[in-house]
Nanobody, 116 residues
């Protein structure tokens, strides 16, 4: 049984910053990909950023230059530093973990609200 615990969401003014974190716990053999997706009201869930065990990253065009994903493999934790936040970044942010052959898991989500 694996659990993902997210933290760091909240309310921030446009131009501000937030840092999200997500830690996986339980019986874990290997984590291939850790990352973040988001879902705004009335929209589909979309990729924000991912990072592989080897360090490869992938960002949505809309967040490039503003968001930075990092990962601590020893702690099974992924972070998302979000700077220069915009109102269109308002969404529920979900942690995503790919355990390779052992499957994948989603977090419960954390709300990020950016006021203009």
């Amino acid at each position: 049984q694996v659990q993902l615990v997210e933290s760091g969401g909240g309310l921030v003014q446009a131009g501000g910053s937030l840092r999200l974190s997500c830690t996986a716990s339980g019986t874990i053999f290997f984590i291939h990909v850790m990352g973040w997706y988001r879902q705004a009201p009335g929209k589909q869930r979309e990729l924000v950023a991912t990072k592989t065990y080897e360090g490869g990253t992938n960002y949505a065009d809309s967040v490039k230059g503003r968001f930075t994903i990092s990962r601590d493999n020893a702690k099974d934790t992924v972070y998302l530093q979000m700077n220069n936040l915009k109102s269109e970044d308002t969404a529920v942010y979900y942690c995503y973990v790919d355990f390779g052959k052992m499957g994948e898991e989603w977090g419960r989500g954390t709300q990020v609200t950016v006021s203009s």
